[in-house]
T-cell receptor, first 116, second 107 residues
């Protein structure tokens, strides 16, 4: 498909387990964003990539969260030693714009993470 | 970062216009005004954006105040499919979402 693809759609993890969430952006999109959305809240910014460079990681809540985009296309968000408060929907978005979002951003459907 | 203020919820009858207000009194000169909407169990979807001039597209219109301290998203004829949370966002580098406005459309 032509849209942003995220996998898995649903993930249940035991507390303390490590998880990896994948994002396939639209081909050729330079900018890639990760967001965290708790139930009933708006999405919260986590991190931003321009190609393979992680230019902003100010929203990552702790050092248990790590994101990478090694070849400037697919990105992975990794959460180590998951905690119950990590339960949320994780959204990925991509955009053609190099300078940020003065153009349209396309979002995936998200990965719903439940930590038990 | 500049913030936006939106009503928590709005109701509209089907096929009537919906005017969604947004205040952004601390907007800077480089901030674009973006609107996204999020249907249940979906990722956010782009609606429209603008800088200074009013904008129209197939989904909606965006009216921007002359001083840019407020804007209004206009859905010309609400349908049941327009029921969603609508977010007004300012950005130059990244989208910062608030709580948005829950739009309820009544048949």
């Amino acid at each position: 498909g032509a849209g942003v693809s995220q996998s898995p759609r649903y993930k249940v993890a035991k507390r303390g387990q490590d998880v990896a969430l994948r994002c396939d952006p639209i081909s050729g999109h330079v900018s890639l964003f990760w967001y965290q959305q708790a139930l009933g809240q708006g999405p919260e910014f986590l991190t931003y990539f321009q190609n393979e460079a992680q230019l902003d990681k100010s929203g990552l809540p702790s050092d248990r969260f790590f994101a990478e985009r090694p070849e400037g296309s697919v990105s992975t968000l990794k959460i180590q030693r998951t905690q119950q408060e990590d339960s949320a929907v994780y959204l990925c978005a991509s955009s053609l714009s190099r300078q940020g979002l003065n153009t349209e951003a396309f979002f995936g459907q998200g990965t719903r993470l439940t930590v038990v | 970062d500049a913030k936006t203020t939106q009503p928590n919820s709005m109701e509209s009858n089907e096929e009537e216009p919906v005017h969604l207000p947004c205040n952004h009194s601390t907007i800077s000169g480089t901030d674009y005004i973006h609107w996204y909407r999020q249907l249940p169990s979906q990722g956010p979807e782009y609606v429209i954006h603008g800088l200074t001039s009013n904008v129209n597209n197939r989904m909606a219109s965006l009216a921007i105040a002359e001083d840019r301290k407020s804007s209004t998203l206009i859905l010309h004829r609400a349908t049941l499919r327009d029921a969603a949370v609508y977010y007004c966002i300012l950005s130059w580098g990244k989208l910062q979402f608030g709580a948005g406005t829950q739009v309820v459309v009544t048949p």
